[in-house]
């Protein structure tokens, strides 16, 4: 039972165009979503999270949206630059005490060509 | 944003033995977590370690396969036991709180 998903497994966009990444869950108890960015060699990065009773969350170049009626979420990057290519996975947290315990999505490669 | 140290980076170890993997936080937490990335495949899970009590596995996930410790606020270790090719995958520890969940580098097992 995947309940967190990406469905498009990759995402192509030129630089200085929006790269927006997508993500849809089941489970309603989630009460946090986060967005990661990861290279190969390396653990994830946190880039943003959302709290279950906004529907946005901007840094920087990074917006996330939550429609919690359609349990779905996505994150804008604006302008997109080459160093944005990587593997971009959402994930969602119980939070409280379990903050941390995570379920992630499949994760999508976003390359951002110059 | 919390500081997580893993080691070791990667090992290659032989099936039938095991490996201990260390996670050092720059910072006490209550609570710290394993996940595993197969080749290709999301992050998923392992086990939630609390100091001073028994970790909390997923499932699919036991105890006598993935032994973990937590000694104290700011370290903890993920076993793999009698490990087989199939347990060939990234290890990664993390710690949650306000503002995001953060880990470690990884570490890149191979069983041959």
């Known amino acids: 039972d995947q309940q967190v998903k990406q469905n498009s497994p990759s995402l192509s966009v030129q630089e200085g165009r929006i790269s927006i990444l997508n993500c849809d869950y089941t489970n309603s108890m989630f009460d946090y979503f986060l967005w990661y960015k990861k290279y190969p060699a390396e653990g994830p990065t946190f880039l943003i999270s959302i709290s279950s009773i906004k529907d946005k969350n901007e840094d920087g170049r990074f917006t996330v949206f939550l429609n919690k009626s359609a349990k779905h979420l996505s994150l804008h990057i604006v302008p997109s630059q080459p160093g944005d290519s990587a593997v971009y996975f959402c994930a969602a947290s119980p939070g409280g005490t379990s903050y941390g315990k995570l379920t992630f999505g499949q994760g999508t490669i976003l390359t951002v060509h110059p | 944003s919390a500081v997580i140290s893993q080691k070791p980076s990667r090992d290659i170890c032989q099936r039938g033995t095991s490996l201990t993997i260390q996670c050092q936080v720059d910072s006490q937490v209550t609570m710290m977590f394993w996940y595993r990335q197969q080749p290709g495949q999301s992050l998923t899970l392992i086990a939630t370690?609390?100091?001073?009590?028994?970790?909390?596995?997923e499932s699919g996930f036991v105890i006598d396969k993935f032994p973990i410790s937590r000694p104290n606020l700011t370290f903890s270790t993920l076993t793999v036991s009698n490990m087989s090719p199939e347990d060939s995958s990234i290890y990664l520890c993390s710690s949650g709180g306000d503002g995001g969940a953060f880990f470690g580098q990884g570490t890149r097992l191979t069983v041959v």
């Open positions: 370690a609390n100091q001073g009590s028994e970790a909390t596995y």
